[in-house]
């Protein structure tokens, strides 16, 4: 799966392992959060098939430590 930035669509992180939906959020955590990436709002490509309805039916956030839903401004 890939990440990328919602506002600029660079890659922020590419090749990120999912092996189940109950740890989708913290396998993109730990990836965002090891490279140091500065929150933002993010979006994702090449989503496995059992994740595709969690992810793409919400709006992400990434604060720097978590990954979380985007409220509006």
């Given at each position: 799966?890939?990440?990328?930035?919602?506002?600029?669509?660079?890659?922020?992180?590419?090749?990120?392992?999912?092996?189940?939906?109950?740890?989708?959020?913290?396998?993109?955590?730990?990836?965002?959060?090891?490279?140091?990436?500065?929150?933002?709002?993010?979006?994702?490509?090449?989503v496995?098939?059992?994740?595709?309805?969690?992810?793409?039916?919400?709006?992400?956030?990434?604060?720097?430590?978590?990954?979380?839903?985007?409220?509006g401004?």
């Open positions: 799966m890939t990440v990328l930035s919602q506002e600029t669509q660079q890659i922020l992180a590419e090749d990120v392992k999912v092996s189940s939906l109950e740890n989708l959020t913290l396998s993109i955590e730990y990836i965002l959060h090891s490279k140091e990436i500065e929150p933002q709002r993010v979006c994702f490509l090449k496995p098939q059992s994740c595709k309805k969690f992810l793409y039916s919400k709006d992400w956030f990434w604060d720097g430590e978590k990954l979380l839903i985007y409220q401004d």
